[in-house]
């Protein structure tokens, strides 16, 4: 009797690029198969940024986009006049860059040392145009960054000083370590005290008055003026209001 034999296909290689990068297993790359990780790895190139520096204009052009591996970065909006407006911050894992879009829509900067894996954008939606799983994880980021937006909302125009500086602090803390299941965290602060106030609508000085009656109070510890540790998340939430 014969045995049948089954031609069995090796799997597709993961690229060295990818191999031992975060986002691919908490990130947008945790939806892509080998080969199509393969397809986007040919287009990429990791980068590094030190913080202040600019990672894209508003109305620039968009070529790329750039897939978060370590640190913060800032959005904001520039008036005519020089006036800026923070709107947003972004972490690791996320994907900076508006899809399919031909020019950005904001300004983006390095809050903190930033390491990003830069995609063409050409690559990046041709892999999306074929990748469902791909596109409803973007899909969901989005959708928590509408959800913040609306929560910031509600921060900017109904909380108290002490809740906006709480609630920036939660924002932080909750973003610090995606894997850490503990309630304790630590973290360095990416904006200055100043974009803080820019961020919450208030003056340095408040800024600086809440953290340190947060601080007396127990909620977090400080040092070096922009370590912050936080002994009970639950806490700190409750003094978000």
Request: proline residues 4%; contains cysteine.
């Amino acid at each position: 009797m014969q045995t049948a034999q089954t031609n069995s296909v090796e799997p597709a290689a993961i690229p060295i690029l990818c191999r031992n990068c975060q986002s691919r297993r908490l990130g947008m790359c945790a939806a892509l198969n080998a080969e199509q990780l393969a397809r986007l790895s040919r287009h990429s190139r990791h980068v590094h940024h030190h913080a202040g520096d600019q990672l894209m204009a508003d109305a620039m052009p968009i070529s790329s986009y750039g897939n978060l591996l370590r640190g913060v970065v800032k959005l904001s909006k520039v008036l005519e006049d020089g006036r800026q407006q923070v709107v947003g911050l972004q972490f690791a894992p996320d994907l900076m860059g508006r899809l399919f879009a031909n020019e950005s829509r904001v300004t983006a900067e390095a809050a903190s040392d930033v390491d990003l894996c830069v995609v063409s954008k050409s690559a990046m939606e041709s892999v999306l145009r074929d990748s469902p799983e791909l596109e409803h994880r973007i899909m969901l980021q989005t959708l928590r960054e509408l959800d913040e937006a609306r929560d910031w909302m509600v921060t900017l125009g109904r909380k108290t000083a002490a809740e906006k500086v709480a609630s920036f602090l939660y924002l932080i803390a909750s973003h610090a370590d995606p894997d850490q299941d503990e309630p304790v965290t630590s973290f360095d602060l990416p904006l200055s005290r100043a974009d803080i106030g820019d961020f919450l609508g208030l003056t340095i000085e408040t800024v600086s008055r809440q953290m340190s009656k947060l601080k007396v109070d127990g909620v977090i510890g400080i040092e070096n003026y922009r370590h912050v540790m936080v002994p009970d998340l639950a806490r700190l939430r409750v003094r978000c209001g």
